[in-house]
């Protein structure tokens, strides 16, 4: 008998991770894995960093931990020390209760939860995304509905930022429109903005309406400093205007494997946050 789900075609290999069977397949002793970005040790291991060892020792001592259901927004602590770690402890958006964050599956995760909230609660159901951008990004917000359009980020001539061709695009962009940014150590060019350039990128999305969607996922990679490195996102949240900000913790903790993230709205009030705070993004 035929499986009801024989006109299944069988999914393309993914590129990235076809690159680390391959590497698992080679006899080779001197080989390297240029697959999924990952911190290893000298003998190919992954690395754990050693605060993360003490910090599964706590838990695994702590008699009072149990396994009930977290609520469905996820852990409150961690959700409000996540908020305060890409906003800053004394961000007025934290301490007037603007903001609603929710515990995702690390980035991708809290990527798609955004975009299935922005294609049921937002006016606009167009994203721009910078070119080139993370493999996923586009097929993530495809899928939640969203129509995705580019506009200009790299230029290979240069090494270095199209900044001409980005305020062109945003500036073409129609009001109201989604754009995704980098938070910092752009993937794949590891090109970011200056602090100047993050302020005329400001200006010119808050002039359009254009709302600010952050995929922050090497907080503390680009600089070394996790304060610096959320500069691009304290810029915006500063000026009392909205935006979400996606956050993982794969790369900067190490915890690929856990899918740990965060969903970050940023409102414009207390009242709006929670809102957000009470009810399932989509």
Same mark, same amino acid.
């Given at each position: 008998?035929?499986?009801?789900? =024989?006109?299944?075609?069988?999914?393309?290999?993914?590129?990235?991770?076809?690159?680390?069977?391959?590497?698992?397949?080679? /006899?080779?002793?001197?080989?390297?894995?240029?697959?999924?970005?990952?911190?290893?040790?000298?003998?190919?291991? /992954?690395?754990?960093?050693?605060?993360?060892?003490?910090?599964?020792?706590? @838990?695994?001592? #702590?008699?009072?931990?149990?396994?009930?259901?977290?609520?469905?927004?996820?852990?409150?602590?961690?959700? !409000? @020390?996540?908020?305060?770690?890409?906003?800053?402890?004394?961000?007025?958006?934290?301490?007037? =209760?603007?903001?609603?964050?929710?515990?995702?599956?690390?980035?991708?995760?809290?990527?798609?939860?955004?975009?299935?909230?922005?294609? !049921?609660?937002?006016?606009?159901?167009?994203?721009?995304?910078?070119?080139?951008?993370?493999?996923?990004?586009?097929?993530?917000?495809?899928?939640?509905? @969203?129509?995705?359009?580019?506009?200009?980020?790299?230029?290979?001539?240069?090494?270095?930022? #199209?900044? !001409? *061709?980005?305020?062109? #695009?945003?500036?073409?962009?129609?009001? *109201?429109?989604?754009?995704?940014?980098?938070?910092?150590?752009?993937?794949?060019?590891?090109? #970011?903005?200056?602090?100047?350039?993050?302020?005329?990128?400001?200006?010119?999305?808050?002039?359009?309406?254009?709302?600010?969607?952050?995929?922050?996922?090497?907080?503390?990679?680009?600089?070394?400093?996790?304060?610096?490195?959320?500069?691009?996102?304290?810029?915006?949240?500063?000026?009392? *205007?909205?935006?979400?900000?996606?956050? =993982?913790?794969?790369?900067?903790?190490? @915890?690929?494997?856990?899918?740990? *993230?965060?969903?970050?709205?940023?409102?414009?009030?207390?009242?709006?946050?929670?809102?957000?705070?009470?009810?399932?993004?989509?």
């Amino acid at each position: 008998m035929d499986s009801v789900f =024989s006109n299944v075609a069988r999914a393309p290999e993914d590129p990235i991770l076809g690159v680390t069977v391959a590497y698992n397949n080679d /006899p080779s002793p001197v080989k390297i894995n240029l697959g999924v970005g990952a911190y290893r040790t000298e003998e190919g291991k /992954p690395l754990v960093l050693d605060v993360v060892r003490k910090a599964e020792q706590l @838990l695994v001592n #702590d008699p009072s931990r149990v396994k009930e259901y977290i609520p469905i927004v996820g852990i409150a602590d961690f959700n !409000k @020390l996540s908020a305060k770690l890409i906003l800053g402890a004394d961000s007025p958006a934290i301490t007037e =209760s603007r903001v609603a964050t929710i515990q995702c599956l690390s980035g991708t995760g809290s990527l798609r939860v955004g975009a299935e909230f922005l294609k !049921k609660h937002y006016h606009q159901s167009v994203i721009y995304i910078p070119k080139p951008t993370w493999g996923n990004h586009p097929k993530v917000f495809n899928l939640a509905g @969203l129509s995705v359009e580019y506009f200009r980020y790299y230029d290979p001539a240069t090494r270095g930022l #199209d900044f !001409k *061709g980005l305020l062109e #695009d945003l500036g073409a962009a129609p009001s *109201g429109a989604i754009v995704l940014l980098h938070a910092c150590a752009h993937n794949p060019t590891g090109v #970011d903005p200056t602090s100047e350039q993050w302020e005329q990128i400001r200006q010119l999305m808050r002039s359009k309406s254009l709302l600010p969607f952050f995929d922050s996922a090497y907080q503390g990679f680009a600089s070394g400093s996790l304060d610096t490195d959320a500069q691009s996102v304290r810029t915006f949240v500063a000026d009392g *205007g909205e935006c979400l900000i996606a956050q =993982s913790y794969a790369k900067n903790m190490g @915890l690929y494997g856990e899918r740990v *993230g965060a969903l970050s709205i940023v409102c414009k009030s207390a009242d709006v946050a929670s809102k957000h705070q009470l009810l399932p993004p989509f």
